[in-house]
């Protein structure tokens, strides 16, 4: 027993794979991550991050060539209950591997 508030972490992933071409072959897998905080654990999140992470594999042999990864960091700095505008940060990150690179 203690008044300490205590943080309460909630993550999630989600698993889709994708048939960019509609071949039957999947060429991509999608890979999202939700991630909700409540800093103070009164029941209202503070924090949201979320990461959306694509591995295509255009080569087909089964290896990731190119990861797009996309995070949206919501915080709810005024602790308003809402993420509006200025609360939101969204990084994207690119990787291509050299295989795709030397082939042109
Ligand atoms: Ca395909
Ligand atoms: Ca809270
Ligand atoms: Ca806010």
Redesign the pocket.
């Given at each position: 027993m203690s008044d300490t508030p205590e943080a309460e972490i909630t993550s999630v992933t989600e698993t889709e794979y994708v048939d960019i071409d509609g071949d039957g072959t999947i060429d991509a897998v999608r890979e999202t991550t939700t991630t909700l905080v409540?800093?103070?654990?009164?029941?209202?999140?503070?924090i949201v991050q979320q990461t959306v992470t694509t591995a295509y594999d255009l080569t087909g042999d089964g290896e990731a060539d190119v990861i797009e990864s996309t995070t949206i960091t919501a915080v709810d700095v005024d602790g308003d209950g809402e993420f509006s505008e200025d609360e939101i940060e969204v990084e994207q990150v690119t990787l291509v591997s050299e295989a795709v690179v030397e082939e042109g």
């Open positions: 409540d800093v103070d654990g009164d029941g209202t999140i503070d």
